[in-house]
């Protein structure tokens, strides 16, 4: 073997297993927001003996504090860590600004003239089902009304008006499934480890999670207009269990989450198609986000399978990869019907170009 094959050889080798170190590339929880709701000069809920907005801010701080201590690698960002006013519309940006992994915002219910209901429920981003749920929308989604020009700020949205809530009609979320997970995982540890009533996962339009660009919850750790689960919110003890449920449910969630991307990122790697000869290859872009999105989520099903690609900054998900233009026009007309917005791009040796210049190359 002369010289300049050992070098190939070797070349060969190091692409090799650097390519499949990329392949096996496992989705990992990074960063983490936990936002205490309220703060400030807006109380949230008054309760007989204390305010929502420092019970949730000591669950917040405890919650992260067990994270902290547990995954010390995983960064967590409070939207407030002391008795401040943070604007509602500030605090799902602090979490899309440090592409945060998940969003937890943390606070206490309460019902007027009624001192019996008590429990947890963990709300996710959706159309309420019930009076109820749109209740507690609009009692959260109301903390607007302390900013000045809140109405251009929110887009026109009044939060009191029910008519308001038609834009949420219009949204649809990415993150509905592991959203769901997370939610589930909480209740389930409120319920089974840490000994609570738990009123369950809901729905309902919440201007905080509306805004998030990642998995997120809105969780309300008990009622405050209830005297015995007051007097358990406000005690050290009580908040401290709360905050474990918390970290609990993340824990879970993340082993869940982590467990499932890579497994999928795996089996989806042995079904990409061999690269072609002359290196131009075609796929029909589906997806363009600036937050990583797992593979294995429901906006991917049935869609076969789905590459991700990193450019400038922007996570770009395609399908339908060939070196054969037509069978990819042929497959767009078939995406296009889950899909309204897809399109095809073309790719030489990894880089994007255009489709003329695609076809020029392969005509050469
Ligand atoms: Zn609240």
Redesign the pocket.
């Known amino acids: 073997m002369n010289r300049v094959s050992v070098f190939l050889m070797v070349l060969v080798l190091c692409s090799s297993s650097f390519f499949s170190r990329g392949q096996n590339s496992k989705y990992k929880i990074n960063t983490i927001v936990i936002d205490a ?2 703060g400030g000069k807006d109380p ?2 008054i309760g007989k003996h204390c305010y ?1 907005k420092n019970i ?1 801010l000591s669950i917040a701080l405890k919650t992260g504090k067990y994270i902290k201590e547990n995954f010390p690698n995983i960064k967590v960002v409070y939207t407030r860590d002391t008795d401040v006013f943070i604007p509602l519309k500030e605090r799902p940006e602090i979490a899309n600004r440090c592409k945060a992994d998940l969003f937890i915002s943390i ?3 309460s019902l007027k003239n009624n001192t019996r209901t008590y429990g947890t429920e963990t709300f996710i981003l959706g159309l309420h089902k019930s009076e109820d749920n749109l209740a507690v929308a609009m ?2 989604n109301s ?1 607007m009304l302390y900013e000045d020009d809140y109405s251009n700020k929110y887009e026109g949205f009044n939060p009191k008006d029910p008519a308001s809530y038609i834009i949420f009609n219009l949204m649809h979320s990415l993150h509905i499934d592991n959203s769901t997970s997370m939610a589930q995982h909480a209740e389930h540890q409120f319920k089974s480890r840490v000994g609570r009533r738990s009123r369950g996962v809901k729905a309902a339009e919440l201007w905080v999670l509306r805004k998030a660009s990642m998995p997120s919850v809105l969780i ?1 750790v008990g009622f405050i207009s209830n005297p015995k689960e007051e007097k358990f919110l406000m005690s050290d003890k009580g908040q401290d269990y709360m905050a474990s449920g918390i970290f609990r449910a993340f824990r879970s969630y993340k082993e869940e989450i982590e467990r499932h991307s890579s497994r999928t990122l795996e089996v989806k790697s042995q079904e990409l198609p061999d690269a072609n000869s002359n290196g131009v290859s075609f796929c029909i872009q589906i997806k363009s986000s600036s937050e990583k999105i797992p593979l294995n989520s429901k906006v991917f099903e049935g869609l076969g399978t789905v590459k991700e690609n990193f450019i400038n900054g922007t996570y770009k998900y395609s399908v339908a990869h060939s070196s054969n233009l037509r069978a990819v026009i042929n497959k767009k007309r078939e995406i296009k019907k889950q899909i309204s917005d897809c399109f095809i791009v073309a790719y030489y040796k990894g880089k994007p170009i255009s489709i003329k210049e695609a076809r020029n190359i392969q005509k050469s």
Request: proline share 0%.
């Open positions: 709701g309220h949230g809920a929502e949730a606070h206490a219910n009692k959260e903390v309300e």
